[in-house]
């Protein structure tokens, strides 16, 4: 069975510092994909970053950057420059295809709050 | 403008009162999704649909039906409400596979 773990239920930062969501997965699958969505009091799920499992590289969207390390399933999230707007949940999710269903299997979330 | 819809976006019912909540998407994905969100538990997959006539059960299906008849439209059925059935439901689609899925805006059910 595939999971997906976020330890840390809650977690604090002051505006502008650098701040770091951790997430760990377990797999047998080879192929896969991982994401972090962002969840605001809107309600609304954002994509924040995704990786390809195959790719060494770990990605970067502007402030937001990846730790993927493949070997120890371990996928964190750095938030530089932490904002005011980046106060939501965070989830970490993971999809791998059978070739029949793609479902993301999410972690159960991580509270962010950027303190002014 | 790309985007997942779904209608309504606040609900509250009856035990037992059918209901359809609506989602379109007007980027030609083929695959979508159904998820629900409870508190402390995440996002759990009620169903999946890989294409139009082509769908099949996710991890929570107890309780809820769903149709594609058109690519653009996956609507949730829910034939006889209980109250654990009161959660925040979101679809989602993609264009296959391997890839990102974009969410609508999400519906929250409320069942008395």
């Known amino acids: 069975a595939q999971t997906v773990t976020q330890s840390q239920p809650e977690m604090s930062v002051q505006e502008a510092e650098t701040v770091t969501l951790s997430c760990t997965y377990d797999?047998?699958?080879?192929?896969?994909?991982l994401f972090w969505y962002k969840q605001p009091p809107s309600r609304q799920m954002i994509l924040v970053i995704r990786?390809?499992?195959?790719?060494?590289q770990n990605a970067t969207e502007n402030r937001f950057s990846v730790n993927f390390q493949k070997a120890a399933k371990s996928f964190s999230l750095k938030i530089s420059d932490s904002q005011l707007g980046d106060t939501a949940m965070y989830f970490c999710?993971?999809?791998?295809?059978?070739?029949?269903?793609?479902?993301?299997?999410f972690g159960k979330g991580i509270t962010l709050s950027v303190r002014p | 403008e790309a985007q997942v819809t779904q209608n309504p976006r606040y609900l509250i019912t009856v035990t037992g009162k059918k209901l359809t909540v609506t989602c379109s998407q007007n980027?030609?994905?083929?695959?979508m999704s159904w998820y629900r969100q409870d508190p402390g538990l995440g996002l759990r997959q009620i169903y999946y649909?890989?294409?139009?006539?082509?769908?099949d059960k996710g991890d929570v299906p107890e309780g809820y039906k769903v149709s594609r008849k058109e690519k653009r439209n996956f609507p949730l059925i829910l034939e006889s409400p209980s109250p654990n059935q009161t959660s925040l439901y979101f679809c989602?689609?993609?264009?296959?596979?391997?890839?990102?899925?974009?969410f609508g805006p999400g519906t929250r059910l409320t069942v008395t």
């Open positions: 980027m030609n994905h083929e695959y």
């Open positions: 797999t047998s699958e080879s192929n896969y994909y």
């Open positions: 989602a689609s993609s264009f296959r596979g391997l890839s990102e899925q974009y």
């Open positions: 649909s890989m294409n139009v006539e082509v769908t």
């Open positions: 999710a993971f999809i791998f295809n059978t070739g029949a269903n793609s479902k993301l299997t």
């Open positions: 990786q390809e499992a195959y790719k060494q």
